[in-house]
């Protein structure tokens, strides 16, 4: 097929002939040396009459997507390097033995040695109690004053020779023998050891288990989200609580809408003000204006604007629905400040992702007219040339780079050159000045250079408007057709609501996508509702906890056996031992009669 330019040629065309090897053999330049080999009609899925561009506007001539995956590799490129897991069971029967021996074996313990203490102090309180009542007696007798002076001792010295006596003696490794005081020496002394090792052992037991930190973990079943913000406020750092579905759509949480410059909803981009620019000559052979006048360039400028506000828009739209259908994917619940975190980092990706990919469309439109020297239809960057051949006798015509831009700028090697717009005499040529100029327009080589390079700041203010409108017969009159009613009456683009100050460069506001602003919304509710954790659990730390008791009795069962144990033989060792280290250490004697 054959259309304007070549793209449209190849767009609207078919492949129809390369599927048949005649037609190939027909088109092919150079039969006898190369005839490619026809396309096997069997491999693909898309009709044989599907123009090209179809095939690349559908699916980039891709016929189908194989993808596969792996979770061998997924887990080796993971390499997690531990794994935790917790289970809830009761104590086993070893273990419930094993506590209650330990626990029984203190107590036991701890009753030996009190008991004898409480016997004898309720033994010198019963004393007392009696002695009491014997001297409240009304009338005393010569033989009650003997029996006074025979009584014993006041009950404060008496006990405390007593316990003197008691701490003395005390021993916990009696001897079968009660004659034998070496055996009775040697309970002694390892009584005294037993006592100090055991109030050691149970100061660092009891230190150390008073400092320590046990975790107690805590579960929580199907938790309301009041429940767990409140949980999350005392214990953030060990809530836990996984999501029952893992994973959402964006647009269930969170929605995202662009509040656009106001230019593309103004009445410049209407049909009725582009008709200022459209076939408003009376007699078309009568009116003769330059290219650069804004009666004939202008038509170009809004047009092209239009046209940016629309692909801008169905850009972001059709970004907004792939955004809404990509997925939130949480094992476990966020906060409320996680959560705001993540969407508004997606929210703002989506942002930079979709203005990014606009301004890339336009960079490679621009690309592509400068690199294949497109010549302008208003010759803006090109102009013909002709030249009379004196020997030929012939015209030859060419085309040239214009150079009547400001600065003596070429549109060969620059994209940059730019010449102020407005209103020209009929008799004035492109390369005189406007005489009367518009603030901010500047055309250039294209005419989306006439776009990028302007500023909006004419149309911003009513004088310039209408500046616009009262020109439109300048040097004209009696040959325009009359100016539409409505354009007549336009209205100056509102100040006050644009993050763009109006002599803004437009390249910078396209750069923008024409995006003043977006309004973002997130739903932390919707999020928590579908995450719908099953059930939270958390650790809290203590220092004290009633094990401690158990502990220590425990340690001290264990302990007092050991000791029970070993301590007598030790010490029976050692006492045998002692005086036999002694005596040999002990220096010898010289006699005096030793002659030499």
Request: proline share 5%; hydrophobic share 40%; with cysteine.
């Amino acid at each position: 097929m054959a259309g304007c330019m070549p793209l449209d040629s190849m767009r609207q065309s078919t492949l129809e002939c390369l599927y048949n090897q005649s037609c190939i053999d027909a088109i092919s330049l150079q039969p006898k040396i190369f005839r490619p080999k026809a396309l096997n009609a069997s491999l693909s899925t898309f009709p044989l009459n599907s123009t090209i561009g179809s095939l690349f506007d559908e699916s980039l001539f891709v016929e189908i997507w194989k993808n596969q995956s792996s979770f061998e590799n997924y887990f080796t490129a993971c390499q997690p390097q531990s794994l935790f897991y917790s289970y809830e069971s009761r104590f086993h029967l070893d273990t419930i033995i094993t506590m209650s021996l330990n626990a029984f074996g203190g107590l036991v313990t701890a009753w030996e040695l009190i008991t004898p203490a409480i016997v004898i102090i309720w033994q010198r309180i019963k004393w007392k109690k009696q002695q009491s009542q014997r001297f409240t007696t009304a009338e005393t007798t010569c033989v009650e004053l003997e029996l006074m002076k025979m009584a014993p001792k006041p009950i404060n010295k008496a006990v405390t020779v007593h316990v003197r006596r008691t701490i003395h003696n005390f021993n916990l490794f009696p001897s079968n023998n009660k004659q034998d005081p070496e055996e009775e020496r040697i309970g002694i002394i390892a009584t005294r050891f037993y006592i100090i090792l055991i109030i050691i052992g149970l100061i660092i037991l009891g230190f150390y288990t008073a400092l320590s930190k046990h975790s107690q973990t805590h579960t929580v079943k199907e938790p309301s989200l009041s429940k767990f913000e409140e949980l999350h406020s005392m214990y953030a750092s060990t809530l836990n609580c996984p999501c029952s579905r893992f994973s959402m759509s964006h647009s269930r949480i969170m929605s995202l809408r662009p509040r656009y410059h106001s230019i593309c909803s103004s009445e410049f981009v209407e049909d009725y003000w582009l008709a200022y620019f459209a076939d408003v000559e009376k007699d078309v052979h009568a009116v003769e204006l330059v290219s650069s006048d804004f009666r004939v360039i202008g038509q170009a400028f809004f047009e092209l604007m239009r046209t940016l506000c629309k692909t801008s828009n169905e850009t972001i739209e059709n970004a907004l629905k792939v955004f809404g259908s990509n997925r939130l994917v949480t094992m476990y619940v966020l906060s409320r400040t996680q959560f705001n975190i993540e969407t508004m980092t997606r929210l703002k990706r989506f942002e930079q992702q979709t203005i990014s990919s606009l301004v890339n469309l336009i960079q490679l439109i621009r690309s592509s007219i400068k690199t294949n020297q497109v010549v302008e239809g208003m010759f803006t960057n090109a102009g013909p040339k002709s030249k009379y051949d004196n020997e030929t006798s012939k015209w030859s015509f060419s085309y040239g780079p214009r150079n009547y831009y400001t600065n003596s700028c070429s549109c060969a090697v620059s994209d940059e050159c730019s010449r102020p717009v407005g209103f020209h005499f009929q008799k004035s040529t492109s390369a005189d000045t406007p005489n009367i100029t518009i603030p901010g327009l500047l055309f250039g080589c294209y005419a989306i250079d006439f776009v990028l390079l302007s500023t909006l700041e004419c149309l911003y203010e009513k004088n310039c408007v209408k500046l616009l409108v009262d020109n439109y017969y300048f040097d004209v009159v009696g040959l325009f057709k009359p100016l539409n009613s409505r354009a007549v009456q336009i209205q100056p683009l509102p100040h006050g609501n644009s993050r763009f100050y109006p002599n803004t460069i437009i390249n910078k506001i396209v750069s923008e996508a024409f995006v003043e602003d977006w309004i973002n919304s997130t739903n932390y509710t919707s999020y928590y509702e579908r995450c719908a954790p099953s059930q939270c659990t958390y650790t809290i730390q203590k220092r004290l906890n009633i094990d401690i008791f158990a502990k220590l009795l425990g340690f001290y069962g264990g302990l007092s056996v050991i000791l029970e144990i070993i301590l007598p033989s030790l010490v029976r060792i050692v006492l045998q031992q002692w005086p036999k280290r002694k005596q040999e250490t002990k220096p010898t004697a010289i006699p005096n009669d030793l002659t030499m």
